[in-house]
DNA sequence: CCACGAACTA
């Protein structure tokens, strides 16, 4: 009973008042301790039993893959085995839980072989926990071949099924089996509306969310998680505040995933200050809280607070993963924090023995090269222990555009169309440094090039929420219903700004020269085109908050910083890149980009 | 006296 009840301690004390143990008291004792989380103790006891069953050693194995020990859990499961107990379905799925934690293929396949070499029957939970197994470790078709071949399916199998698919991409595949399925629960809709999400496929996402609802399920965290998600994702703000009222007002527990989501949302929105409450809001942070609110500022230009919180991290105890450190290696970089990288970046192989990923050699060299260290940029990428790719050469070529480095901006490009040929950013790079440098032969040629082989570029574009609504905005596209009265507006910010003594970049001007955009008489990037709608329709006292698909450039730079000063408008720019806060003439990056 | 399913980070 005090089992039962969770009161280990006073069942413990029961136990050892019992002066003829037999192995069910034993087991009683070691189960419930196991489940508590008291594994030392169960162990303990575990293995003073005179006498142990299968059930004893299930609880063990079962104990250990739930405080998320998956290597002693197995490794007892294989003592458990060469003590000769023969394992039942339930030992089976035991460990086959803690296979699935270590994403094990090998491990998993030998288990599977055991069920059948011992001629254990495929009981429908056994079923699970295989399918289950075989879509994490990324083998969908021995997911399905489990799937298949078992008789009766019930629902967490179809939900395991639909779960992998979504994970491996094949949405398609994933809503077929949706579709056949003659019942599904809360559990079905969570999993393809996030696999939707996650395949950016957000107007189904969001059908599905309404046939949820229209299914009578109410949405519980995961469902809001997805969504949040979602809203992070697309820099929805409105309706992720709405998501945020109606958690506030419901009966869904506020716990640290829900919590994480909603940080992220409002970090990926721009809205530091609501993320920053929602932050101290969580109670058990944990390496993923942390990591978001540290990109989080990173990404928004507060790269100093976002070490400051690294460190606090660290004080709590927290360890740090190899994606938190990207976090921290972004904010040194969105900040031109070059001494505290390197410190970082060492610290993270020295003190916490994570091997540098590509991504955090990207950042380095990043960082490296925006501030101006092109050299040793070119050595840390050149003594790289795994083969540079595209993004590395990129970040790279990036530094040579900014400190206008011939040179090192035709090695890196060279590189980088190697190994994406129709990469049409690199071309522009190119294009822009030669441009630059008045090196206009060789602009031409790399223009001549691009047509060549056909690669055309990847339209800018931008959008902005006005009343829930999405406006998006493409440069020279005229389809906007309200056009006439946007560009009206646009000639009304192009006097103010020439006023306020704003002189076009023409170089940079040239960076999107495209030829179609060139023949529209309206010649601005789409974010101008964007601020102008805001400051249309947007009531004055809010910001205007634009999502952009790529980097913004100097002169709008420059001209929206003109904008934010002579409108007195709080304005945000979220690039593909980073968040740009503008107010009062001054940008949150301090112009480095 | 033992088991099972989904989620947030670059």
Known sequence: ??????????????????????????????????????????????????????????????????????????????????????????????????????????????????????????????????IDVYAKCGDINSARRVF??????????????????????????????????????????????????????????????????????????????????????????DQGKALHAYIEVSSIAFDVFLGTALLDMYAKCGKMDEAMMIFNRIHNKDVMTWTVIISGLAMNGKGKLALEHFDLMRKESIRPNAVAYIGVLTACSHSNLVEEARKHFKEMISLHNIEPEIEHYGCMVDILGRGGLLQEAVKLIDGMPIEPNAVIWGSLLNACRVHKNVDIAEKAANHILALEPNEDAVYVQLYNIYANSGNWASASKIRRLMEERGVKKTAGYSYLTVAGQVHKFIAGDRSHPEINEIETMMDVMAKKLKLAGYLPITSEVSVDVDEEEKEQALFVHSERIAIAYGLMRLGTSLPIHIMKNLRICKDCHIAIKLIAKTWNRKIVVRDRSRFHHFSDGQCSCNDFW
């Open 1 to 130: 009973m005090y089992v039962e009840f969770g009161c280990v301690q006073d069942a413990r004390r029961v136990f050892d008042g019992i002066e003829m143990k037999d192995v069910v008291s034993w087991t009683t004792i070691v189960a419930g301790l196991a489940r508590a989380g008291c594994l030392d103790e169960a162990r303990n006891l575990f293995d003073k039993m005179p006498e142990r069953s299968v059930i004893s050693w299930t609880s063990m194995v079962s104990g250990y893959s739930q405080a998320r020990c998956a290597v002693e859990s197995i490794e007892l499961f294989k003592k458990m085995i060469s003590a000769g107990v023969f394992p039942d379905t339930v030992a089976m799925v035991a460990v086959l839980s803690a296979c699935a934690q270590l994403r094990d293929l090998e491990l998993s396949k030998w288990v599977h072989q055991y069920v059948s070499y011992a001629g254990i029957g495929v009981s429908d939970n056994l079923a699970v926990a295989l």
């Open 148 to 237: 298949d071949s078992s008789g009766q399916k019930i629902l967490p199998a179809w939900n395991a099924m639909i779960d992998g698919y979504c994970k491996m991409g094949d949405i398609d595949m994933a809503r077929s089996l949706f579709d056949q399925m003659e019942v599904r629960d809360l559990i079905s809709f969570n999993s393809m509306m996030t696999g939707y999400i996650q395949c950016s496929q957000l107007k189904q996402a969001l059908q599905l969310f309404v046939e949820l609802r229209t299914s009578g399920f109410q949405p519980d965290k995961f469902t809001l998680v997805g969504l949040l998600s979602a809203c992070a994702n697309l820099n929805s703000l």
